[in-house]
């Protein structure tokens, strides 16, 4: 069963950073392969919204409030996706989710959640 785990959240000052990561991995050691990753995020009281996309090809895309502040970005083991979010917002305060398609030579390409990490913004 392939766990994807997000870390990097925390409490943070307007105008500060985190880098976020998601990583894919099984307990059996076997090979994982993240194909497309979306990092989406909810906050309390909204409905969950997309943040950036990380094609198969390496291409990344953003929504209009993640332009120009938020990078998404994977390593070239394809195990780990990173979401680098600079000049934070207060309203950036939600909870940040990896949805990936990811390949394991048993299962081969499913689509997975992680469990989420919190932003917080301070003002």
């Known amino acids: 069963q392939v766990q994807l785990v997000e870390s990097g959240g925390g409490l943070v000052q307007a105008g500060g950073n985190l880098k976020l990561r998601c990583d894919a991995s099984?307990?059996?050691?076997?090979?994982?392969?993240?194909?497309?990753a979306i990092w989406y995020r909810q906050a309390p009281g909204k409905q969950r919204e997309l943040v950036a996309t990380?094609?198969?090809?390496?291409?990344?895309d953003y929504s209009d409030y993640a332009k120009g502040r938020f990078t998404v970005s994977g390593d070239n083991g394809k195990t780990t996706v990173y979401l680098q979010m600079n000049s934070l917002r207060s309203e950036d305060t939600a909870v940040y989710y990896c949805?990936?398609?990811?390949?394991?030579?048993?299962?081969?390409?499913?689509?997975?959640w992680g469990q989420g990490t919190q932003v917080t913004v301070s003002s």
């Open positions: 949805n990936a398609d990811v390949w394991t030579p048993i299962a081969g390409t499913r689509n997975y």
């Open positions: 099984v307990r059996s050691a076997s090979i994982v392969r993240i194909n497309q």
């Open positions: 990380l094609s198969a090809s390496g291409h990344p």
